[in-house]
């Protein structure tokens, strides 16, 4: 036997990011309706943020570290992590067990959020258009959230909070497309028989 000559192993796992994706964006479809004032913010955005917006990333995340991806491990388990704290941000307090976030405080946690994803859009410029597309629109919603927050006027923060709302659902509408098109686009071709 050759010294030199090397084992390669095949992956043979499934791709996780079209999980990744449609947990997100289903998960941000549903709050931003929210948002854009179609229905309460209640339980069940609250559920999927928690189990599908959350820990479902989470999963996809470390499938993608398992895999090496760097950038898919690091937006998924992120953006697990992002909804995860957003449910608690608002349940926490209806417990009585801490005080609720104020404008300012929800404002640079926004913010914080928008510059990260501001830095992944620039990483998505070597991927491909539609994480550009979603990215690059998330980015833009946590400008709108933050600016929402600062604002004082209550009818004003309402127009940007419906605007945002507005955004968010293309947003996620746009990170369903980009997983459905890897799910579809990975199926096996139909064979043709004589």
Same mark, same amino acid.
């Given at each position: 036997?050759?010294?030199?000559?090397?084992?390669?192993? *095949?992956?043979?796992?499934?791709?996780?990011?079209?999980?990744?994706?449609?947990?997100?964006?289903?998960?941000?479809?549903?709050?931003?309706?929210?948002?854009? #004032?179609?229905?309460?913010?209640?339980?069940?955005?609250?559920?999927? $943020?928690?189990?599908?917006?959350?820990?479902? +990333?989470? !999963?996809? $995340?470390?499938?993608?570290? *398992?895999?090496?991806?760097?950038?898919?491990?690091?937006?998924?388990?992120?953006? $697990?992590?992002?909804?995860?704290?957003? %449910?608690?941000?608002?349940?926490?307090?209806?417990?009585?067990? +801490?005080?609720?976030?104020?404008?300012?405080?929800?404002?640079?946690?926004?913010?914080?959020?928008? /510059?990260?994803?501001?830095?992944?859009? =620039?990483?998505?410029?070597? =991927?491909?258009?539609?994480? +550009? =597309?979603?990215?690059?629109?998330?980015? %833009? /919603?946590?400008?709108?959230?933050?600016?929402?927050? !600062?604002?004082?006027?209550?009818?004003?923060?309402? =127009?940007? #909070? *419906?605007?945002?709302?507005?955004?968010?659902?293309?947003?996620?509408?746009?990170?369903?497309?980009?997983? /459905?098109? +890897? %799910?579809?686009?990975?199926?096996?071709? *139909?064979?043709?028989?004589?």
């Amino acid at each position: 036997m050759d010294q030199n000559s090397e084992t390669v192993i *095949r992956d043979g796992t499934a791709n996780p990011a079209p999980l990744g994706l449609m947990a997100f964006g289903m998960t941000t479809v549903l709050l931003n309706l929210a948002n854009a #004032g179609l229905y309460p913010l209640d339980t069940m955005i609250m559920s999927m $943020g928690l189990f599908y917006g959350g820990m479902a +990333q989470i !999963i996809a $995340g470390i499938m993608e570290w *398992r895999k090496g991806n760097t950038f898919g491990a690091t937006a998924f388990l992120s953006y $697990g992590a992002f909804w995860l704290t957003l %449910v608690f941000l608002l349940l926490l307090p209806k417990f009585g067990v +801490q005080l609720a976030p104020q404008g300012a405080a929800m404002a640079s946690y926004f913010i914080l959020w928008g /510059l990260f994803t501001l830095v992944m859009f =620039i990483g998505t410029l070597r =991927i491909n258009w539609k994480l +550009q =597309i979603v990215f690059g629109s998330l980015t %833009v /919603l946590y400008v709108l959230l933050a600016i929402q927050d !600062i604002l004082t006027d209550a009818n004003a923060a309402m =127009i940007v #909070g *419906r605007i945002a709302g507005v955004e968010g659902i293309l947003c996620g509408l746009s990170a369903i497309y980009a997983g /459905l098109s +890897q %799910v579809l686009g990975e199926l096996p071709k *139909r064979t043709q028989t004589a």
